[in-house]
Nanobody, 114 residues
Framework: QVQLVESGGGLVQAGGSLRLSCAVS????????MAWYRQAPGKRRELVAQ???????NYADSVRGRFTISRDNAKNTGYLQMNSLKAEDTAVYYC????????WGQGTQVTVSS
């Protein structure tokens, strides 16, 4: 059974940094794309960043230049480094992976105080 477990969320002041991790069980990780999404209260879930199995990345305009997505295939883990955080980055962040089907983590709360 595939499981994705996020960690690293929390409360941070505006301008600060956080690093999210997504541990992926099973053998699906290295050959498949993964991504980070977020959902703020009252808003739709939106794509934050994605990375292919080969390491090609793509970012939402709102986070480009501040966030960095990466992966460590040997550890079956993906990361989202978030710098220069803003109040509008406050949301629940979800890890996603594709392996013939969509798999989601349970989410981790990120709160940025202004």
């Amino acid at each position: 059974q595939v499981q994705l477990v996020e960690s690293g969320g929390g409360l941070v002041q505006a301008g600060g940094s956080l690093r999210l991790s997504c541990a992926v069980s099973g053998s699906i990780f290295s050959g498949n794309a993964m991504a980070w999404y977020r959902q703020a209260p009252g808003k739709r879930r939106e794509l934050v960043a994605q990375i292919t199995s080969g390491g090609t990345t793509n970012y939402a305009d709102s986070v480009r230049g501040r966030f960095t997505i990466s992966r460590d295939n040997a550890k079956n883990t993906g990361y989202l480094q978030m710098n220069s955080l803003k109040a509008e980055d406050t949301a629940v962040y979800y890890c996603w992976a594709w392996a013939g089907d969509s798999y989601w983590g349970q989410g981790t709360q990120v709160t940025v105080s202004s």
